[in-house]
């Protein structure tokens, strides 16, 4: 492990070089998920690195015993680094804080300024002084002060592979307003900008570990550990972070509370253009938006992290924003790819808006929530929070008994919208609960659940259920229906059973390549919208037990649909109502759609095909060589039979067919022959035959010249193949009227003729005759 030492002039070269480097780390990170990213890393800050302060040497003396308070020593340090000359540009410089003596160094509150770095080198701690000695320093910030403090500053910097140390055990068993006052063990306030937290250990805060709390820009926090894993220590935070163009990667984190927690109480504090990459997760929350949300949260990436042990993975917790809490904001554009969690306890995806109510005892933890429980919520007068566009892809997750592998639990007045989960596989005990969502895509997923355990319970739900090729994974399906809301159902490539019927008689159901059994009693009613794409793989509802037929069917068309027999939907017990009324159906087929009911069991929907009309104005050119032919469009052909004979009124032997446009070049013909033509327009049938028509190819009328070769007492004539059919004339001595025709030049181009010594002049013409 390389150690940071006061001689090193490279510790900041190092710092910007490891930063550089892991731009190929993000990129191959992107690269080995499947997902295009693109990062903006944030700039570091700009530090002078030959400003060197170690607290150990004259005038400042720490003493790193365990017991002397160096407050005073650490402090004059940074005012004496922060004052560092101008080397390069580089301002400040760098507080070191050595290994020396038992290398604990006591600590009271310390404020941090512009162009600082504060260096723990390795086996090295500072440590915050004892609750006892704390609640009698001056206040600072929060009610107790916070170790390590900074406000509005530029360039900052903690690094070295030491310890800071928050001494917490007292502050957790305090109670009252102690317990309530804990301060922060490090706290960046008021724009921060340019900080850079690397390498370090944190542990044992009263509080957070590490905040920003207001707009900060540019941080970035790579290589530290944080590791608190004491059962009592509530409430500490790994890493609170508020601030656009940030960058948390290569970290381990054990909190207390949540790993990381993303989100603020004031509107005007945005966080944005986050990217968490390579970090492994322990003890504690996950990785969570909230439960403060009133500050928008957007342009979120996690990728490539491992999470082990954590109380969840992927987090989202806010309420509506009564009684002035900072909750009610916009979360939106969060993506997670490739994750890999471990032995969750309570929820893998976890994504809901009643974090502050105890509604069945689940303040905090929704592994108990219900679908009845869901519907009973009244509607909010306040700013409620808003959860949009999140992608989760390739995650693989396993939930200890009693957590819900993921549950989307959004406001009924503003439901969560547009959350893909793709290549994502959760083992569980539980159902992933659905309530109030708009847009749930299950994309070649799986949901594990035990035997009689549903995948899915849905209230308020719009979900689709699609994979690339056709499952053989059985989704199960339960919920409720009630106070008007329903639930929407799209299956594609996939197979699914529902329990509770209500939950989706409102529909619409859509179905694709997919086979939905229904194990109980069906009922389409009225309003019921189905939507079926018809193809010859299988494509139905199975109905275990009494069907009742009403509502509408939409018809769409999938490879290789055609005439047929479709199978729509089969049932064991009753039949009864009226079939669909058909809505939408194929467009640019010619076919009609009936129901069949027939066949005790089944309802079919019979597709025919039926014939076109026939096509009209149909017209025929001759030119030299071709015959243009047009027709007018006939409404749903997707083609056209052109059909020719030589002989009035048929037969007509040659056929062009699958002509996709209404006219066509026939240029296999030959001139001064007459043909005769129809057209027939397709559409799933073949419609009657048109009118005839009749046309003859003619040579050109357009003059031409004679190409005359004498040679052995001939010559040798040839003019255009477009002229075939032309007459050669001659005539002799003197140009006037009297022509004679050449023999056998009518159907030829090239003729030979004798030349007569006694002619003193030969004229030669070509006429169209």
Same mark, same amino acid.
């Given at each position: 492990?390389?150690?940071?030492?006061?001689?090193?002039?490279?510790?900041?070269?190092?710092?910007?070089?490891?930063?550089?480097?892991?731009?190929?780390?993000? &990129?191959?990170?992107?690269?080995? #998920?499947?997902? !295009?990213?693109? @990062? $903006?890393?944030? /700039?570091?800050? %700009?530090? =002078?690195?030959?400003?060197?302060?170690?607290?150990?040497?004259?005038?400042?003396?720490?003493?790193?015993?365990? &017991?002397?308070?160096?407050?005073? #020593?650490?402090? !004059?340090?940074? @005012? $004496?680094?922060? /004052?560092?000359? %101008?080397? =390069?540009?580089?301002?400040?410089?760098?507080?070191?804080?050595?290994?020396?003596?038992?290398?604990?160094?006591?600590?009271?509150?310390?404020?941090?300024?512009?162009?600082?770095?504060?260096?723990?080198?390795?086996?090295?701690?500072?440590?915050?002084?004892?609750?006892?000695?704390?609640?009698?320093?001056?206040?600072?910030?929060?009610?107790?002060?916070?170790?390590?403090?900074?406000?509005?500053?530029?360039?900052?910097?903690?690094?070295?592979?030491?310890?800071?140390?928050?001494?917490?055990?007292?502050?957790?068993?305090?109670?009252?307003?102690?317990?309530?006052?804990?301060?922060?063990?490090?706290?960046?306030?008021?724009?921060?900008?340019?900080?850079?937290?690397?390498?370090?250990?944190?542990?044992?805060?009263?509080?957070?570990?590490?905040?920003?709390?207001?707009?900060?820009?540019?941080?970035?926090?790579?290589?530290?550990?944080?590791?608190?894993?004491?059962?009592?220590?509530?409430?500490?935070?790994?890493?609170?972070?508020?601030?656009?163009?940030?960058?948390?990667?290569?970290?381990?984190?054990?909190?207390?509370?949540?790993?990381?927690?993303?989100?603020?109480?004031?509107?005007?504090?945005?966080?944005?253009?986050?990217?968490?990459?390579?970090?492994?997760?322990?003890?504690?929350?996950?990785?969570?938006?909230?439960?403060?949300?009133?500050?928008?949260?957007?342009?979120?990436?996690?990728?490539?992290?491992?999470?082990?042990?954590?109380?969840?993975?992927?987090?989202?917790?806010?309420?509506?924003?009564?009684?002035?809490?900072?909750?009610?904001?916009?979360?939106?554009?969060?993506?997670?790819?490739?994750?890999?969690?471990?032995?969750?306890?309570?929820?893998?995806?976890?994504?809901?808006?009643?974090?502050?109510?105890?509604?069945?005892?689940?303040?905090?933890?929704?592994?108990?929530?219900?679908?009845?429980?869901?519907?009973?919520?009244?509607?909010?007068?306040?700013?409620?929070?808003?959860?949009?566009?999140?992608?989760?892809?390739?995650?693989?997750?396993?939930?200890?008994?009693?957590?819900?592998?993921?549950?989307?639990?959004?406001?009924?007045?503003?439901?969560?919208?547009?959350?893909?989960?793709?290549?994502?596989?959760?083992?569980?005990?539980?159902?992933?609960?659905?309530?109030?969502?708009?847009?749930?895509?299950?994309?070649?997923?799986?949901?594990?659940?035990?035997?009689?355990?549903?995948?899915?319970?849905?209230?308020?739900?719009?979900?689709?259920?699609?994979?690339?090729?056709?499952?053989?994974?059985?989704?199960?399906?339960?919920?409720?229906?009630?106070?008007?809301?329903?639930?929407?159902?799209?299956?594609?490539?996939?197979?699914?059973?529902?329990?509770?019927?209500?939950?989706?008689?409102?529909?619409?159901?859509?179905?694709?390549?997919?086979?939905?059994?229904?194990?109980?009693?069906?009922?389409?009613?009225?309003?019921?919208?189905?939507?079926?794409?018809?193809?010859?793989?299988?494509?139905?509802?199975?109905?275990?037990?009494?069907?009742?037929?009403?509502?509408?069917?939409?018809?769409?068309?999938?490879?290789?649909?055609?005439?047929?027999?479709?199978?729509?939907?089969?049932?064991?017990?009753?039949?009864?109502?009226?079939?669909?009324?058909?809505?939408?159906?194929?467009?640019?087929?010619?076919?009609?759609?009936?129901?069949?009911?027939?066949?005790?069991?089944?309802?079919?929907?019979?597709?025919?095909?039926?014939?076109?009309?026939?096509?009209?104005?149909?017209?025929?050119?001759?030119?030299?060589?071709?015959?243009?032919?047009?027709?007018?469009?006939?409404?749903?052909?997707?083609?056209?039979?052109?059909?020719?004979?030589?002989?009035?009124?048929?037969?007509?032997?040659?056929?062009?067919?699958?002509?996709?446009?209404?006219?066509?070049?026939?240029?296999?013909?030959?001139?001064?022959?007459?043909?005769?033509?129809?057209?027939?327009?397709?559409?799933?049938?073949?419609?009657?035959?048109?009118?005839?028509?009749?046309?003859?190819?003619?040579?050109?009328?357009?003059?031409?010249?004679?190409?005359?070769?004498?040679?052995?007492?001939?010559?040798?004539?040839?003019?255009?193949?477009?002229?075939?059919?032309?007459?050669?004339?001659?005539?002799?001595?003197?140009?006037?009227?009297?022509?004679?025709?050449?023999?056998?030049?009518?159907?030829?181009?090239?003729?030979?003729?004798?030349?007569?010594?006694?002619?003193?002049?030969?004229?030669?013409?070509?006429?169209?005759?």
């Amino acid at each position: 492990m390389f150690e940071m030492k006061p001689s090193d002039a490279k510790i900041m070269k190092l710092a910007n070089r490891f930063h550089s480097f892991n731009r190929f780390i993000l &990129a191959a990170a992107g690269y080995w #998920a499947g997902v !295009n990213l693109v @990062v $903006a890393l944030p /700039a570091l800050p %700009n530090i =002078n690195t030959n400003n060197i302060i170690t607290i150990t040497n004259s005038p400042y003396n720490a003493v790193g015993d365990g &017991a002397t308070d160096n407050t005073l #020593a650490i402090s !004059n340090a940074i @005012v $004496a680094a922060a /004052a560092g000359g %101008n080397t =390069n540009g580089q301002f400040g410089g760098t507080v070191r804080i050595p290994k020396s003596g038992t290398s604990i160094f006591l600590c009271g509150p310390l404020t941090l300024k512009n162009n600082l770095n504060i260096q723990i080198d390795t086996n090295a701690t500072l440590k915050m002084e004892p609750l006892s000695v704390w609640t009698g320093l001056p206040a600072q910030n929060q009610t107790y002060g916070n170790l390590i403090y900074a406000s509005g500053a530029t360039n900052l910097e903690i690094s070295g592979f030491g310890t800071i140390d928050g001494n917490g055990a007292d502050w957790w068993a305090s109670s009252g307003s102690i317990y309530s006052g804990r301060p922060y063990m490090i706290f960046f306030n008021g724009n921060c900008k340019r900080v850079l937290i690397q390498n370090t250990t944190f542990q044992n805060p009263p509080k957070m570990h590490i905040v920003f709390k207001g707009s900060d820009n540019d941080i970035t926090i790579q290589g530290i550990t944080i590791n608190t894993t004491a059962a009592n220590a509530a409430n500490t935070d790994g890493i609170d972070l508020v601030g656009t163009n940030c960058l948390i990667q290569n970290c381990t984190i054990n909190a207390g509370d949540d790993n990381i927690a993303l989100g603020s109480s004031t509107p005007s504090a945005i966080s944005k253009d986050i990217l968490v990459t390579n970090c492994t997760f322990g003890v504690g929350h996950g990785v969570s938006i909230g439960s403060n949300t009133a500050g928008a949260v957007s342009n979120l990436t996690v990728i490539h992290c491992h999470f082990v042990g954590t109380d969840y993975g992927i987090r989202m917790k806010s309420n509506d924003a009564s009684g002035g809490s900072g909750n009610g904001g916009i979360a939106q554009n969060l993506n997670y790819y490739d994750l890999d969690m471990t032995n969750i306890v309570d929820g893998a995806i976890v994504i809901y808006s009643y974090y502050d109510s105890t509604l069945g005892g689940i303040y905090g933890t929704p592994t108990t929530v219900t679908p009845f429980i869901a519907s009973t919520q009244a509607v909010a007068a306040t700013t409620v929070p808003i959860w949009r566009d999140v992608t989760i892809s390739n995650v693989n997750a396993t939930v200890l008994s009693g957590g819900v592998p993921g549950i989307i639990w959004a406001r009924m007045e503003v439901p969560a919208s547009n959350i893909l989960l793709s290549h994502v596989k959760i083992t569980a005990s539980k159902a992933f609960d659905v309530y109030s969502a708009r847009g749930f895509q299950f994309a070649d997923s799986t949901n594990i659940v035990p035997a009689g355990t549903p995948t899915f319970l849905l209230y308020n739900a719009d979900i689709t259920i699609t994979n690339t090729t056709l499952s053989t994974n059985l989704v199960t399906l339960d919920g409720l229906t009630t106070n008007g809301y329903g639930n929407s159902l799209a299956l594609y490539n996939a197979q699914a059973s529902l329990k509770n019927t209500n939950a989706i008689d409102d529909g619409p159901l859509t179905l694709a390549d997919s086979l939905f059994t229904v194990s109980n009693d069906f009922m389409l009613f009225p309003g019921t919208v189905v939507n079926f794409s018809l193809d010859p793989n299988t494509n139905r509802v199975a109905v275990i037990g009494n069907l009742a037929l009403g509502g509408t069917a939409n018809l769409t068309n999938g490879p290789g649909f055609a005439a047929g027999t479709n199978v729509l939907l089969t049932y064991t017990g009753t039949l009864s109502g009226t079939p669909p009324t058909i809505g939408a159906t194929p467009t640019g087929f010619g076919y009609t759609y009936n129901w069949d009911i027939s066949t005790p069991g089944q309802v079919k929907l019979i597709v025919t095909a039926s014939a076109p009309s026939a096509p009209t104005n149909f017209t025929a050119l001759g030119t030299n060589l071709l015959i243009l032919l047009n027709w007018n469009t006939v409404s749903g052909a997707t083609s056209y039979n052109l059909k020719r004979g030589t002989d009035n009124g048929g037969p007509y032997p040659a056929i062009f067919s699958g002509i996709s446009t209404n006219n066509y070049a026939d240029a296999a013909v030959t001139n001064g022959v007459t043909y005769y033509y129809v057209v027939t327009a397709v559409a799933g049938g073949e419609s009657p035959n048109s009118l005839q028509v009749s046309a003859a190819p003619l040579p050109s009328l357009t003059p031409t010249n004679i190409l005359v070769q004498p040679g052995s007492g001939q010559l040798q004539l040839s003019w255009p193949q477009d002229h075939l059919g032309w007459l050669l004339q001659i005539q002799t001595n003197n140009l006037g009227t009297n022509w004679t025709a050449v023999p056998g030049s009518t159907n030829n181009s090239q003729i030979v003729i004798p030349i007569d010594p006694a002619n003193r002049s030969v004229f030669l013409r070509l006429m169209y005759h």
